[in-house]
């Protein structure tokens, strides 16, 4: 769901929401994939215009391993964009691509445990089965 904490598949977890919402609960490390408020904790920003892909991709898979690395050294990480789905649940399958799981089977994983509509486009979900090329 929107706004909750997903778990990757080594057990990680990740939060995906919308920029603008504010969680309860604070994160570490924000990594905006959109304009928006930026919350009191540390933010890292992509250039990624809805409905398309990152600008710059090997910012972007910097960032998504920077994200993941945050993530393995026990900080809460969160990805959030504009409504929380489309570039939201890109970035989620990514990250769980680099955390290990099959790229073919990322964008229906991430459509399973965060959002039925995650990644919008046929091609975001291209950039994620091509990501470890």
Sequence with gaps: MIGDWVELPSGLRVRGRRIGDRPADPADFLLALADGPAPPWPVRRIRWPDFRLPTDRADAL?????????????QLVEV??????????????????????????????VRRVY????????????????LLR
Excluded: N
């Design 80 to 109: 959030a964009c504009r409504g929380g789905r489309g570039r939201t649940g890109t970035a989620l399958a990514a990250l769980a691509v680099l955390d290990g799981l099959d790229p073919a089977a990322a964008v229906p994983w």
């Design 115 to 130: 959002d039925r509509r995650a990644v919008e486009t046929p091609g975001q979900a291209r950039w994620v089965r091509g």
């Design 62 to 74: 910097a960032a998504l391993a920077d994200a993941l690395d945050r993530t393995r050294a026990g």
